[in-house]
């Protein structure tokens, strides 16, 4: 089986440039997710599609960051303008649903994708 | 107050120690709490579950405590394969919604 793929693997940008990155999410899984992992920190839940509705994304800060999952399979995270403190990696991850469990019964493996290193200088 | 706290580390422990790491989180409705493994600019990867009654995968046990919400992970038999970061990981309620610790760094010498 196939893993979550990212592209790209690193990329390099000055401040107030804009950057995407792209999100193939392991065949079948409904739901995914993006996270920043800023250096020394565990990674940080920015948004959560399911099929290509948002669940949360009580975290992205808006006003920067956007993120779509237009046919519910890919999706794309987008920082315009970028500004140093958005030098992260930058990890999508995917994981199933079960219809026979709710909100609060368990939670489920998420798989990570390799993540996008981004560098803003 | 952070959601899920964890010593950072290092822990440096020769091959062949057993070391055990911890994780204390706030919010007392959290329903699941999982360990996760990230090596050295890889991918978080799932390590084990934590349940209530306490879970062994090989050498590695889990235990769990509600009434102090605190987790803790054992690894026995240190591997030099076993040198990682080690995410303290809580689904807190809400769909599938995980909560990261920082993680704590194991590092085995021989």
């Known amino acids: 089986e196939a893993g979550v793929a990212q592209s790209p693997r690193y990329k390099i940008i000055e401040k107030r440039q804009s950057v995407a990155f792209w999100c193939n999410p392991i065949?079948?899984?409904?739901?995914l997710y993006w996270y920043q992992q800023i250096l020394g920190q565990g990674p940080k839940l920015l948004i959560q599609?399911?099929?290509?509705?948002?669940?949360?994304d009580s975290q992205l800060p808006k006003d920067r960051f956007s993120a779509e999952r237009l046919k519910g399979v890919d999706s794309t995270l987008k920082i315009q303008p970028a500004k140093l403190e958005d030098s992260a990696v930058y990890l999508c991850?995917?994981?199933?649903?079960?219809?026979?469990?709710?909100?609060?019964?368990?939670?489920?493996?998420?798989?990570f994708g390799p993540g996008t290193r981004l560098t803003v200088t | 107050r952070k959601e899920v706290e964890q010593d950072p580390g290092p822990f440096n422990v020769p091959e062949g120690a057993t070391v055990a790491f911890n994780c204390t989180y706030s919010n007392s409705a959290s329903q699941s709490f999982f360990w996760y493994r990230q090596d050295c600019r890889k991918e978080p990867k799932l390590l084990m579950s934590v349940y209530s009654s306490g879970n062994e995968d090989g050498r590695f046990t889990a235990q769990l405590n509600r009434a102090s919400q605190y987790i803790s992970l054992l690894i026995r038999d240190s591997k030099l394969s076993d040198s990682a970061t080690y995410l303290c990981?809580?689904?807190?309620?809400?769909?599938?919604?995980?909560?990261f610790g920082a993680g704590t760094r194991l590092a085995v010498h021989p």
């Open positions: 990981v809580v689904n807190p309620g809400g769909y599938n919604k995980l909560i």
């Open positions: 599609f399911q099929n290509n509705g948002v669940v949360d």
């Open positions: 991850a995917s994981s199933r649903i079960n219809w026979q469990r709710g909100p609060g019964q368990g939670a489920y493996e998420q798989y």
């Open positions: 065949s079948g899984h409904a739901t």
